[in-house]
């Protein structure tokens, strides 16, 4: 989704009066792609979709909407930061990307939206740029965390 703000707290706040609004309740939780069955719903550039998705639940008889945000805290991206910067294969650059992102320390940048349909779980998705931006850098960080050059560990009279 295309997202106007760079802050989705005001998003939020919109859903949670438009769910109880209908009635429905929620319940806090993460659809993680990779341990359930999901269907991303396409938002076709309409900001407001998400009414649709949450109509459509209701519509489906759906008992309640999991909901699930993300907001950046400033412990959380010093970390990734202190991580970065004492990688072995982390550049200036990749740093620098990362100190960027505390002008979004407190915002909101991920609002997810699911409800269970026969099996499957039905998910709305909205996300800011840097959001994007901050999940591309974690990732990195977390690879270069888990590389390591030791040649100690090597042994040649072992065999492999």
Do not use: C
């Not at 950046?72 to 930061?81: G, N, S």
Request: a negative charge; zero cysteines.
């Amino acid at each position: 989704m295309s997202s106007v703000s760079d802050d989705l707290s005001n998003l939020k706040d919109d859903m949670v009066a438009f769910i109880e609004g209908h009635g429905m309740r929620r319940f806090p939780g993460f659809i993680d792609y990779e341990q359930v069955q999901s269907v991303t719903w396409k938002s076709q550039d309409n900001p407001d979709s998400w009414k649709d998705f949450v109509e459509l639940a209701k519509a489906a008889a759906a008992p309640f909407l999991t909901m699930d945000s993300w907001r950046l805290e400033r412990e959380e991206l010093d970390a990734m930061i202190q991580r970065l910067s004492t990688a072995e294969f982390t550049s200036d650059d990749d740093i620098e990307d990362a100190r960027w992102l505390r002008t979004y320390v407190g915002k909101t940048g991920f609002v997810q939206l699911g409800f269970a349909q026969q099996g499957v779980m039905m998910v709305f998705e909205a996300s800011t740029p840097w959001y994007e931006r901050y999940q591309n850098i974690l990732e990195m960080a977390d690879d270069f965390a888990g590389l390591s050059i030791d040649e100690s560990d090597q042994d040649d009279d072992k065999p492999y």
